[in-house]
């Protein structure tokens, strides 16, 4: 999904926000890279556009586009910390154990799964936006 499809614009000044090169530069290179963005591979692509804009800047950004959001980041296994355009519909994550491949799957899917632990389980089982499955 790209953010264009958003006024962007329009969302970080009705939070309060300034709309700064760094942000839409930032929000750029999330689009660009498209699905799950680890930090290192976000960090690559604004130098690419940027290279005047440093680390803490970045961070900065994504926890502001984050906040609004325009971004969603996730935990993703050993990968860590993963960022996204957000919009897509809510997905859940299988990781394999032996090579670390990760696939998206619908939230219709796991959702029965989901709702029979619910009701076996109680107050035990919560369940977010994205969940990462280990099989």
Do not use: W
Not at 19 to 35: E, H, K, N, S, Y
Not at 39 to 53: C, E, G, M, N, S
Not at 66 to 89: F, H, M, R, S
Not at 96 to 115: K, R, Y
């Amino acid at each position: 999904m790209s953010h264009e499809e958003k006024d962007y614009i329009q969302i970080l000044r009705s939070q309060g926000y300034r709309v700064t090169p760094q942000r839409l530069i930032v929000l750029d290179a999330v689009c660009d890279i498209g699905g799950h963005a680890a930090i290192a591979t976000v960090v690559a692509r604004v130098k690419k556009l940027d290279p005047t804009i440093d680390l803490s800047t970045i961070y900065r950004a994504l926890d502001v586009l984050g906040e609004v959001g325009l971004v969603v980041a996730t935990e993703i296994g050993d990968e860590g910390k993963v960022y996204k355009i957000a919009g897509e519909a809510t997905h859940h994550h299988l990781i394999c154990q032996n090579c670390g491949t990760v696939l998206s799957i619908s939230h219709d899917e796991v959702n029965p799964l989901f709702a029979h632990l619910q009701e076996k389980y109680g107050s035990f089982f919560l369940t977010s936006r994205s969940q990462s499955l280990r099989l």
